[in-house]
């Protein structure tokens, strides 16, 4: 059993920055793939990026390359997503998820632990 909970949402104005954490704890957590999504109102949950066990290997949703970096130190047991020149169309809660997999994944079905999530907002 992994547990995550996400903290670091908030309101910020378009532009600017945010940087999300996510504390999993379980035996076993270091060793799964981490991931975050996001749900805005009246959309589907979308994948924004990726980062397998090691840390070694990332994958990025186009929305957001280049704009979004995920990292995770695992002696903290904690998964980061750093976002960078948010947008209004940002805004969204934003989840955490972990899958058994341990390599980097975007299929929402593969996460097998998710957390409860962060509301993110931004405004122009």
């Known amino acids: 059993q992994v547990q995550l909970v996400e903290s670091g949402g908030g309101l910020v104005q378009a532009g600017g920055s945010l940087r999300l954490s996510c504390a999993a704890s379980?035996?076993?957590?270091?060793?799964?793939?981490k991931g975050w999504f996001r749900q805005a109102p009246g959309k589907e949950r979308e994948f924004l990026a990726s980062i397998n066990w090691s840390g070694g290997s990332t994958l990025y949703a186009d929305s957001v390359k280049g704009r979004f970096t995920i990292s995770r130190d695992n002696a903290k047991n904690t998964v980061y997503l750093q976002m960078n020149s948010l947008k209004p169309e940002d805004t969204a809660v934003y989840y955490c998820a972990a899958a058994p997999t341990g390599t980097v994944v975007a299929r929402a079905a593969t996460y097998a632990y998710w957390g409860q999530g962060t509301q993110v907002t931004v405004s122009s």
């Open positions: 379980g035996r076993t957590s270091s060793s799964y793939a």
